[in-house]
């Protein structure tokens, strides 16, 4: 018989078209799981291709358990409790590398979008109130030339530093949790708070969890100069986000170009409200072309399993 598996978000077609030559298949269609949904799952499945947003927290491990592999869609996923998972016979396996440069070109877009204040620009064309080119106008921070501070120099904050090392000839430094030796030219300094100070871009690339919950606090956003900008691109939940509203709202910061957010998909209205930061929808994945081999590859991780094998993005 056909192990079942649920897959909890639609996926791109090749994939849900082999996915079902495989297995059994259900496709959830409500939208994230809570943890009475995620404990159903794992009681009536063999097998879950779940995504961030679903909670599989330590709870929903503890009551009957059918399912025995978890290939998460994303390369986060602090919304699985893997010790809880692990100690439950759960595995759980991730995508990583396939989503690496569409995530770092989304640091560059809000990196620039942020830097030449592209959102209030677009924003002044479709209201109809450009009065044409003058020579005061909407003034951005030039970009080539400066000094980028990476926090979380893992794979992305890598390709992140490449680019505005080689794109735009920046000076790279970057906070990491263990001392690391990377390929692109760049400098690791002892403190966070030494990276926030000297860059003037600071982006976050750092994963989510408990031991970078609320990292970047009220603390270390007064360390960043008055002229800095800082962009997201982890988990919302690094950033203390009152903080750094406050921040912006003080101008103690010049601005913020955030891809994610504390409670997705609540924004916060004072946010919202803000000129000097570009909002996006989570979208450092978003391309077909990503979305795909990262279906592809949390698919990979479950047959991996199925056929008896070790999954070979798994993680605990
Ligand atoms: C997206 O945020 C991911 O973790 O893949």
Redesign the pocket.
């Known amino acids: 018989m056909l192990k079942k598996l649920l897959i909890t978000r639609p996926i791109a077609a090749p994939v849900l078209e082999q996915a079902n030559a495989t297995f059994a298949v259900t496709v959830h269609k409500g939208g994230k799981l809570s943890v009475v949904d995620t404990a159903r799952a794992l009681a009536q499945f063999d097998a879950i291709l779940p ?2 947003g679903d909670a599989f927290k330590a709870d929903a491990f503890v009551g009957e358990m059918r399912c025995k592999m978890i290939g998460n ?5 602090n919304h699985i409790d893997t010790d809880a998972a692990a100690k439950a016979g759960v595995i759980v396996s ?2 990583p590398d396939v ?1 690496t440069d569409a ?1 770092a070109d989304i640091a560059l877009t809000l990196l620039l979008a942020t830097a030449r204040r592209a959102g209030e620009g677009e924003r002044i064309v479709r209201s109809g109130k450009w009065g044409g080119f003058d020579g005061g106008g909407i003034l951005g921070t030039h970009v080539t030339g400066k000094t980028l501070g990476v926090v979380g120099m893992g794979r992305i904050g890598q390709a992140i530093a490449a680019r505005c090392h080689y794109g735009f000839d920046m000076d790279v430094v970057f906070h990491n949790r263990s001392p690391k030796v990377v390929s692109v030219p760049a400098r690791q300094l002892d403190g966070l708070h030494d990276v926030m100070a000297v860059a003037d871009f600071v982006v976050v690339a750092t994963p ?1 969890g408990a031991k970078t919950t609320k990292m970047i606090d009220e603390a270390a956003l007064a360390a960043m100069k008055p002229t800095g900008i800082f962009v997201n691109v ?2 919302g939940e690094v950033v203390d986000e009152s903080a750094l509203i406050v921040a912006l709202e003080n101008n103690r910061i010049a601005g913020a170009g955030l891809d ?1 957010y504390e409670k997705e998909p609540y924004v916060p209205p004072r946010l919202l409200a803000l000129d000097n930061c570009v909002l996006l929808p ?1 979208l ?2 978003a391309t077909q072309e990503t979305r795909q081999a ?1 279906a592809q590859m949390a698919l990979d991780n479950i047959i991996s399993w199925a056929d008896g094998g070790d999954p070979p993005q798994r993680v605990n």
């Not at 869609?73 to 996923?77: C, D, L, N």
Request: hydrophobic share 30%; proline share 0%; net charge positive.
């Open positions: 995504t961030l869609f994303g390369v986060g996923y991730n995508t989503l995530t989510g982890s988990r994610v989570h450092g994945s990262m």
